[in-house]
């Protein structure tokens, strides 16, 4: 269930203050951005490196940039959103980001 999260962390992202949430990630806070809805959220910039994202939804979303290599995307959706220069991991195939863009479906990864 998509869910707008109730953290300082989330909060920071919604308010578009990227630098005070990639600090905050340097100092050590936890982050919990499974199931949240990052819908027309300006990400660029945010060090979501590493971090579980899985079943977010990106709809509308500015990615641009971003390095995802390493985040777990399983069930995300980027309906229309922004991903220009953005690196996805290895286990997802361009057709699942494709049919996600273009249709919001949901990211299969491949074992």
């Not at 985040?71 to 690196?87: D, Q, R, T």
Request: with cysteine; hydrophobic share 35%.
């Amino acid at each position: 269930m998509l869910e707008e999260k109730q953290s300082e962390m989330y909060d920071l992202l919604q308010s578009d203050r990227v630098e005070e949430f990639n600090k905050a990630r340097e100092e050590g806070k936890k982050v919990d951005l499974t199931n949240a809805k990052f819908r027309a959220f300006d990400l660029k910039g945010a060090n979501l490196n590493g971090l579980n994202l899985s079943g977010a939804y990106f709809k509308n979303a500015d990615l641009r940039g971003m390095d995802l290599r390493d985040c777990e995307l399983e069930g995300c959706s980027f309906f229309n959103a922004k991903i220009s220069g953005v690196y996805f991991p290895a286990n997802i195939t361009p057709e699942e980001i494709s049919l996600s863009l273009a249709h919001g479906t949901r990211i299969r990864v491949s074992r």
